[in-house]
């Protein structure tokens, strides 16, 4: 299983960028699928989750500004930033709650990160 994340650039203050995550491999089932970030010398934080069925959570910081969404039928996530300050500069991870084959337990795994970098 592979979570192959994109979409990361630079962007100046009050740009926008849009994010996509897709799963790849043995998958039976997704559970929920979330956008972490770390900036660098903070510890990670979660930035948006969204379940199966569609419901949606964000970080206080990002309310009103990001969007996350997924596609059941490709295995992708998609957290779509507008509004961007400065302080949304971090590398930012997919995550996604899998069950690889019928019967089995999910399982958390992680894409690579993206780097999103927003000039002042």
């Known amino acids: 299983v592979q979570l192959q994340a994109s979409g990361g650039g630079l962007v100046q203050a009050g740009g926008s960028l849009r994010l996509s995550c897709a799963a790849s491999g043995s998958i039976f089932s997704i559970d929920a699928m979330a956008w972490y970030r770390q900036a660098p010398g903070k510890q990670r934080e979660l930035v948006a989750t969204?379940?199966?069925?569609?419901?949606?959570n964000y970080a206080d910081s990002v309310k009103g500004r990001f969007t996350i969404s997924r596609d059941n039928a490709k295995n992708t996530v998609y957290l779509q930033m507008n509004s961007l300050k400065p302080e949304d500069t971090a590398v930012y991870y997919c995550?996604?709650?899998?069950?690889?084959?019928?019967?089995?337990?999910?399982?958390?795994?992680w894409g690579q990160g993206t780097q999103v970098t927003v000039s002042s």
């Open positions: 995550n996604a709650g899998l069950a690889p084959f019928t019967g089995s337990y999910y399982v958390s795994y």
């Open positions: 969204i379940t199966r069925g569609g419901s949606t």
